[in-house]
DNA sequence: AAAACATATGAGCAATTATTCATATGTTTG
DNA sequence: CAAACATATGAATAATTGCTCATATGTTTT
């Protein structure tokens, strides 16, 4: 009937009823990050999700393009990669300057190449 | 009618026909990683791009927890935890080893911590 | 071996998402 | 300022996803 985690400072048993391993379930909600931050953290993966996304990046790694561009290289609709760039931007990670009629993409930040060259160093593993 | 790209050695015009900058187009095809990577990158974030996982994730920081403590800390359904549990085992972000009834799942390697590290920089930033 | 417990999994459903199509916004050129 | 060009965006749709419920698998206890 009631949600809580009980705290009883018992043995090691577990899961056979609402009385969990309270030490750990304790600790753990101790050090969870709060509620937003979270979100924050997933969505960010989310916009590395995605295998249009991530040709994206990769593409921008090699030089900031204008979205046309991007479009040809990855053989795609302009429309699409204007969507897809729109997300990329909401999470940071790209941004755009205007050159007369273009608007050129670029990396926002060194992050972007760290945390992909951290899940490449983890898929190759 | 044909979608393969055209090189000429022009200048800097672009997107007003097929012919788009054709250096970078070909700089960021050569460098572009093969499909599969492609692939496997977009999957191992995307296991990363939930809050659910996320929350997981963290609390497997603190220590190596049995399924049911995720559903009592996270207060989720064991089948929930189960599932998310199954798409982090595929993307090899946690294991599991059985102790008795139970199987107690962890951090499979350093790279989750790091990635998550970096997710975090990039957000706080 | 039966009962209890811990976890895994398939089917179903609601919510999210990636793309397309049509069109709007904004810039440059004649 | 009109036409052409580059990009952005809303609506629609098909595919994917996260959770629930029911049940299956595997372990321990009696």
Redesign the interface.
Known sequence: MD?E?KMMPHGIE??DE?E??AD??Q???E???PED???????????????T???IL??L???D??V??LA??L?MTQSAISHQLRLLKQA?LVSGRREGK?IIYYLA?D?VR???E??????L?
């Open positions: 949600n985690v577990c899961c609402e969990v391993h750990k379930v600790l753990v909600n050090q969870m990050p931050r979270l979100y924050d953290l997933a969505e960010l993966f989310k916009a590395f999700g995605d295998t996304r991530i040709r990769f593409a790694f090699e030089a393009i204008c046309c561009d040809a290289t053989n940071r273009q930040d992050h760290t945390i992909i951290k899940g490449m160093e983890h898929i593993e």
